[in-house]
């Protein structure tokens, strides 16, 4: 499938580099809101055509399919102009800032009969799958601890005074909605929808939050995420059932997984060397449902995505986090 891109951060191009590996999408345009920046960006990256127009690159024949990276709050706008073009979206995590822009662009996408996939390259990792395939193994789960705590380089800004979009409450940016939904997806993608949820954030000067622990109340256990763009952290994340826990290096992406059986201190590990350009991943999924048209796939992302974004919006609402767009 023809694709064009939006966006022309490091982001982006792992994205088309992945892209290319997969064989699966064929970069032909990109965009940036200057032309100069986005002829310099097609060259590089190999792309024909350059646009500096979101309405002439939506138009284009050259796209069939559109890859948005561009900062949070944008993503409703930029997917709204390319499903008026009939044409299928991948856009980056957070999806959307809240379930109003989620509700409007989904039922928009199916009057138009496309594709809106939301790139979370997490639960797309083949040892998404195998954890998920083995998680019986550790008994009657009762508790989890998913941490996703990372310094962000652009901390470095926000504290010289500066308002990097990603620590920006304007950008619909914070530590929920940037790292938090990896950990989230994860905790839905393997457990489902929560009963209830409860965030305690770490408020920065504007408000946003730059770190903070959320409680996924599930009834007979509890899932207890972690994270954090203001510090960092060296645990691995959890999983305790009665039988055994499931240790994870990472939330994200995860390489390895160990089962440790409490009666006997047995140690099994599974999990399967992932390829290092792990959006390849994603992207195979994805373009597979556009391309079989996977109506019973496509629900089931489509409730992912809803209930992740369901989660961030309760639980910045408990704390009085609002995005620019709401206000
Ligand atoms: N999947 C992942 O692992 C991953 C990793 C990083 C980021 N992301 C996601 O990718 C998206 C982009 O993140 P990022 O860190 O690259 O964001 P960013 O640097 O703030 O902006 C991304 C692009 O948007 C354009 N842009 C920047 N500021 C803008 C503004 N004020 N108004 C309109 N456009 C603006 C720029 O492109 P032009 O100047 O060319 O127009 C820039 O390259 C976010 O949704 C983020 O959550 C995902």
């Not at 240790?247 to 590990?269: F, M, N």
Request: contains cysteine; aromatic residues 10%; hydrophobic residues 35%.
């Amino acid at each position: 499938m023809k694709l064009g891109t939006i966006g022309t951060s490091w982001i982006t191009e792992s994205f088309i580099q992945a892209a290319g590996l997969s064989g699966k999408l064929t970069l032909t345009s990109v965009y940036s809101r200057t032309m100069e920046a986005a002829r310099e960006f097609a060259d590089k990256n190999h792309a024909p055509h350059a646009f500096d127009s979101l309405e002439e690159m939506a138009g284009s024949d050259e796209v069939e399919v559109v890859y948005i990276a561009s900062p949070n709050s944008h993503h409703f706008e930029h997917a709204k102009i390319f499903i008026e073009h009939n044409k299928h979206v991948i856009c980056e995590k957070p999806i959307f800032s809240n379930l109003k822009e989620w509700e409007e662009i989904y039922s928009l996408a199916e009057k138009h009969g496309v594709f809106v996939l939301e790139a979370i390259r997490n639960i797309h990792l083949p040892n998404f799958t195998i954890l998920k395939d083995q998680l019986h193994r550790a008994g009657e789960i009762r508790s989890v601890l998913f941490s996703y705590l990372q310094y962000s380089s652009r901390y470095d800004a926000f504290l010289r005074g500066e308002e990097p979009n990603v620590f920006s409450p304007a950008f619909s940016g914070g530590a929920l909605t940037d790292l938090g939904v990896y950990p989230i997806y994860a905790a839905v993608g393997l457990f489902g929808k929560p009963d209830s949820v409860f965030f305690s954030p770490v408020l920065l000067r504007n408000g946003i939050d730059g770190s903070g622990t959320l409680v996924l109340n599930y009834g007979s256990f509890v899932c207890t995420i972690l994270f954090s763009k203001i510090t960092h952290s060296y645990i691995p994340s959890e999983i305790h059932g009665e039988k055994g826990s499931i240790v994870l290096d990472k939330v994200t992406p995860i390489k390895t997984i160990e089962l440790i059986t409490h009666k006997t201190g047995e140690k099994e590990t599974f999990g399967v060397q992932q390829k290092e350009e792990d959006m390849v991943y994603e992207i195979e999924n994805l373009v597979k449902v556009i391309e079989t048209n996977d109506q019973e796939e496509y629900q089931r992302l489509k409730e992912l995505s809803r209930t992740v974004l369901h989660i961030t919006e309760t639980a910045r609402k408990q704390n009085s986090i609002v995005f620019g767009t709401e206000k």
